[in-house]
Structure formats: C-alpha cells, structure tokens
C-alpha cells in the first residue's frame, strides 16, 4: 500500500504544479479597436503598402481609418499580434496623417522591428 501511495506522489504533484501554470498563461494581446501608441521605432521612414487598410485596432473587425498606397510614405512606431495571430504595425502615414494598425505582410519590409509591449 506504501508502495502505491509513494508511487502516486510524483504524478499528483506534477498535476498540481502543471494545473496552475497552464491556467496562469495569459492569450496574446492584440490591440483592440481604438487603441493608439507612441512612436517607439526610431528606424528610417520611407516604408511603403500598396493598398492596404489602416485599421483602429489589429482586427480586421475595426474601422478602416485610411488606406496607404505604394506612392506614400509610412512611419512605423511599433508591432503587435492580432487576434487573427497575424503581426501588426501601428503607423503614421507621412503623406495623409492618418495613424493606423496595418498587417505586417501587407508592408514592404514586413513591418516594425520594435514591440509595442502588448
């Protein structure tokens, strides 16, 4: 009976440290609808997209707040993971004004190298 008892110890105690951590990851955070940051990439400007929708939030289910083409100018500030588990930029397109998330693989150069910290 020792034996058994002694033999489910290591199992049960492995489920106990195993349970709290698995519950305690958080999921990726993405930026939702309306969430705007400072610039935190001081890299060079002059990135490009060619038509791609600059969106309130890294979703395709926010609001499209411009769209910047391959003519403009784009300064990014910093990337994220959407919900869609895609990476996104949010930026500053130099020729209109407008700030937005655009999805990375719609970038020239897949997006900023700096992350936004959520």
């Known amino acids: 009976m020792k034996r058994r008892i002694a033999a489910l110890v290591p199992a049960l105690a492995a489920v106990a440290i195993a349970v709290p951590l698995s519950i305690a990851t958080p999921a ?5 609808c309306g969430t705007t940051v400072s610039d935190k990439d001081s890299g ?7 038509g791609a929708n600059e ?3 890294s979703s395709t289910s926010c609001t499209v707040k411009g769209i910047a083409y391959n003519t403009q100018t784009l300064d990014y500030h910093c990337w994220t993971v959407g919900n869609d588990d895609y990476t996104w930029t949010y930026l500053r397109n130099d020729s209109t004004g407008i700030t937005g998330w655009v999805r990375d693989d719609l970038l020239s150069d897949g997006g900023s190298s700096v992350y936004c910290g959520f």
């Open 28 to 32: 990726a955070a993405h930026a939702s």
């Open 44 to 50: 060079s400007w002059g990135k490009r997209a060619n």
């Open 55 to 57: 969106r309130s939030g």
